[in-house]
């Protein structure tokens, strides 16, 4: 269960109480904050920047786990890194160079990671893998919270597991987007071990809710 975490994202929470909910993501016993940055142009919709990211980090010694939704992420890895983020993911549809800017993200000593929409392949990927912390699978088309998990993304996530492997790597394999209590298990099962979740979280009783994923993870 520990190589399990979970990670409620803050683009379901209540933005004008930041502290009070990091304070519930930290007593709920979840592992990181999922913190969702968009730009507005890489994604329809507009969430917060890296100076929000270091007003929470004041709040905060969970591990924050920064997924940029952004139109060329390598401007802001200093900002990032300046802000508190541990780990930077990136989308490989976000850049032309997407090997330097996971470079530059090492460089500045986060942990690096990359990211595929639901329509990218793995072969987007590949080339990276030894580069990186991290891979996220999206299992939603992102920019929003509270959509529907898209099930022909699980072979992507058994895939990366394969490569990952054969290339004697060891990084971990994240999933985003329409994480409940079922569709947990049928990520594990595909091979990932980090978590996001959102609107399945942000209820009245937040602990309760990760403790439901933890059980579901066990089962
Ligand atoms: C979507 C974001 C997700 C979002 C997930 O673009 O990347 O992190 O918060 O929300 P749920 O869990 O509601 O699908
Ligand atoms: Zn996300």
Do not use: W
């Amino acid at each position: 269960m520990s190589t399990y975490k979970i990670a409620p994202s803050i683009l379901a929470a209540d933005y004008a109480n930041f502290a009070g909910e990091l304070r519930r993501i930290e007593d709920s016993g979840a592992d990181y904050v999922h913190i969702d940055i968009m730009d507005g142009q890489f994604v329809p919709n507009i969430s917060f920047g890296a100076d929000v990211v270091a007003s929470l980090r004041k709040h905060s010694k969970l591990v924050f786990d920064c997924h940029l939704m952004v139109v060329d992420p390598e401007r802001y890895v200093d900002q990032f890194a300046q802000a508190g983020a541990d780990i930077m993911t990136i989308h490989t549809e976000a850049t032309d160079h997407i090997h330097g800017a996971l470079q530059k993200i090492k460089a500045a000593g986060m942990k690096a990671g990359v990211v595929i929409n639901p329509g990218t392949p793995v072969s987007a990927l590949e080339p990276v893998l030894n580069l990186v912390d991290q891979v996220l699978i999206m299992t939603v088309n992102p920019g929003f919270g509270g959509q529907a998990f898209i099930p022909e993304c699980l072979d992507k996530i058994a895939d990366v597991a394969r490569l990952r492997a054969e290339k004697g790597l060891s990084f971990d394999i994240e999933v985003d987007g329409g994480i409940d209590d079922t569709t947990i298990k049928l990520a594990k099962l595909a091979g990932a071990n980090v978590f996001v979740a959102g609107s399945y979280l942000f209820k009245e009783d937040l602990s309760a809710g990760v403790q439901h994923l933890k059980d579901a993870l066990d089962a």
